[in-house]
């Protein structure tokens, strides 16, 4: 791993602009349950169509927001990892650095990350399902049954998250696209790379000349097309990475 590492580490000048893409692996070491890891995923308890879905909200809205106030309490219990600490410091490295995740909790902004680009929204918003209404939560609506009604138009609040078969905020996705093609570095961090348009960023990268570089415990979609898989934990790996690139800036 060590010599991967210092691979790694080559391809990340002072003067290369990074995108670095997350996925729920990089706040699994920060005890929040990733979507697909068998043992403790989150679907591995329920049916992703009973809840993170439009047509689930509809069909049991109180199911729905139980799940989302449960996953907030679990988000709001975790602190940010080695990993999260590492990625903000690695910005402060690299000219050009665009965090892009795929996650709904806030640890990457909690450790010191500036201006994260959010693919799915943020659990710690929330909004009218139907005039899209911004809400702020009451701590009463949190440890309620049923979502409160909108203060404008009386329909139901709804996390601020994206749902399967909804479309990501497009303003995140273009900025996230124009990054990917025009980066020199493409850092993957914690995703299984299953989920459209998120998992296709590597690719455009790829395709545009960038080097790919996957961090995840174990080999994906992503790893078979990285330039270079550092197989290992993120709270690890990354913390090693950050380290390597200060080494090189030092000793240049
Ligand atoms: N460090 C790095 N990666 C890890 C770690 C760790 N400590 N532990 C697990 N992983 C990896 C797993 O190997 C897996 O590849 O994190 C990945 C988690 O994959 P998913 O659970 O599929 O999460 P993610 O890729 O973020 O899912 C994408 O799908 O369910 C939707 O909207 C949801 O944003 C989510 C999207």
Redesign the pocket.
Known sequence: MREDIVRAAQFIPADSAVVCL?????S??SGV?????SQT???SRFD?EEL?TPEGFKRDPGLVWRWYMWRLEQLEAASP?L?HHALAELARLCEGFLLVT???DDLHEQAGSVDVLH??GSLFSFRCASCAAPHHLTAEQRGADLPPACGVCSELVRPD??W?GESLPWDAVEEAATASHRCSVMLV???????YP??QLPLVARQAGATVID????P?P?SSIADVFLQ??????LPALVRAVADRRASA
């Open positions: 997350t996925g729920a692996g990089v699994a070491e349950p990733t979507f697909r890891d995923g989150l679907w992703a993170a990892n990993g795929q996650n709904v693919l799915h998250v994206v399967f961090v914690g995703t299984s790379g299953l989920v998120a998992s961090v995840n415990p174990e994906g992503i290992g934990k993120s709270g690890e790996v």
